[in-house]
Each structure stands twice: as C-alpha cells, then as structure tokens.
C-alpha cells in the first residue's frame, strides 16, 4: 500500500478496533492547517449559494464537495500517510478515496445531525467498507458541534433507526484541536451536534471506501483533465482514477450517493 505500516501505536490499532476511531493529536502542521483553513473560507466565499451542491446542502451547516478539483493542497491531505495506515488496517489493503468533503457547522445552530453510518453501510462477509477521517480547522468543543460517535457500535452490523435525533446513552463528543484528524471506521454510529456558539465550526472529511464498493463521487467523472494531468502515481491510484472495476461500479447513477442516512 502506500504507507510503510509502522506508525500506528498497539493503543491507536486496539482503539480502531474497539472504540471505531482513534485521534492522531497535532498531525497537521501548523503551515498547512493554516493552508487548508484559508482555502476552504476562500471556497465558502467563491461558490456562496452553490457551496456543496454537487453533492448535498444541509440546513444547519455550510458543505463544500469535491475538493480534489478544488486546489493541488488537497493531492497531499488524501495520501496523509498515517491516515492511511489507520484506513488500511480498517478496510484491508485494498481501498480508494470515496470523496472530499467539507463540512462548517453553522454558527448558533438548532439541531443534531442524527446518528447514521456512512453510506448507510453495514459490514459483510469482507468486512467493514467505509473509513472516514475528520480534519479538525478549529477546536471542536462541548459547545461549538464536536461529531458525536457511539464508540464500539460498528461492531453491532446494523443501522440507526432513521431520523436518531436523540444523545444515544453511549454517546461521545469527540473533542480535539484544529490540527487534529479523527479517524474513524465509518460503519461506527456518529453525526454532527448543533453548534450553540457565535464561530462557526470547520472540517474536512477525507472519505474513504473497500475496493469493491463505488466511490461516493466518482473522481474520474468530477475532476478536471487539468487536475487529473498533474496527479501523481500514487494520487491516481488513491483516486481509483485507472480502476476499471471502479469505473464499473460507479456507472450507474450520477456519480453521487447518500453520504448521512
Ligand atoms: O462534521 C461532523 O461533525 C460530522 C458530519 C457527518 O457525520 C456527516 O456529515 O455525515
């Protein structure tokens, strides 16, 4: 794969496997936290109404999809080493981005995002099939809509009842830095809080899946040929961009699908 696998501690492996994330403390520098927050608010302001249309707009949060297409940073946020060793031993050897997506909870906003797994999905006979890793721009706190996660519940193969606006009795809030990444397996039960604070709270969720399953946003179809002309080796491969069975399974449909069920 692309990492060496050697970085992750026993603790953060045995903390995938049981709680379903684990928190890598501090890992981006302080340069590209800096980098990514101004591109991500230099987004926000460009597409305005449209921010996140190509995939999903929320009520109580501000979305931007497809970043790949959306700035060379983001080709060094999707092959973040430890990340991937953290998706590796979620998902097995075989795995590609699903989408990059961000995510900014809005100011003084009402609601919870209920409780799902990504893509709806539940583990089978290969395992589990989606990983996500949450990308901390600013302090997630008890106040400004940290994700909430039911450590453990990825283990449980099924979904939330539709619609689980309530604090499940198990829940976390997942606090941290910005600079910080959660990573989590994405079958663990988990949504956003409402943010009761007057900043609104930044993220970027790097989306990653099984080789056998179709990528939320079908890359080859969303980027550019300007982006996919100046990819590297690795970054094609992560992006599934020569993956004839990939291209098979995302054919159908608009090259997008459910992310919250
Ligand atoms: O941004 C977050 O806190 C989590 C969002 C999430 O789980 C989603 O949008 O599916």
């Not at 940073?73 to 989408?99: A, D």
């Not at 450590?151 to 829940?171: N, T, V």
Request: hydrophobic content about 35%; overall charge negative; charged content about 25%.
């Amino acid at each position: 794969m692309l990492t060496d696998g050697i970085m992750l501690t026993d603790d953060q492996r045995r903390s995938l496997d049981e709680e379903g994330y684990v928190a890598l403390r501090g890992l981006m520098p302080p340069d590209l936290l800096a980098a990514l927050r101004r591109r991500i608010d230099d987004l926000f302001e460009e597409e305005g109404d449209n921010a996140g249309s190509e995939f999903k707009q929320e009520p109580d949060a501000r979305r931007l999809a497809n970043l790949v297409n959306k700035g060379e940073i983001f080709e060094q946020v999707i092959l973040t080493p430890q990340v991937l060793e953290c998706v590796e031993h979620v998902l097995g050897p075989r795995f590609k981005l699903s989408s990059l997506n961000a995510r900014s909870t809005n100011p003084h906003s009402e609601a919870d995002q209920p409780l799902h797994a990504d893509s709806g999905a539940i583990a089978d006979e290969l395992g589990y099939s989606v990983c996500n890793s949450v990308w901390l721009l600013d302090d997630f706190t008890e106040a400004n809509g940290a994700t909430r996660m039911v450590p453990g519940s990825h283990r449980w193969r099924q979904l939330p009842e539709p619609g689980f606006y309530a604090p499940h009795p198990a829940q976390q809030l997942v606090l941290g830095k910005a600079g910080d990444v959660v990573v989590m397996n994405a079958h663990m039960w988990h949504g956003g809080t409402a943010n009761r604070t007057a900043s609104p709270r930044r993220a970027i969720h790097v989306y990653y899946t099984r080789w056998d399953q179709p990528q939320q946003q079908y890359q080859k179809q969303w980027l550019s040929a300007s982006v996919q002309s100046r990819l590297s080796k690795d970054a094609r491969r992560i992006l599934a961009l020569d993956d004839a069975l990939n291209d098979e399974l995302c054919a159908t449909g608009s090259g997008k699908s459910g992310f919250m069920k």
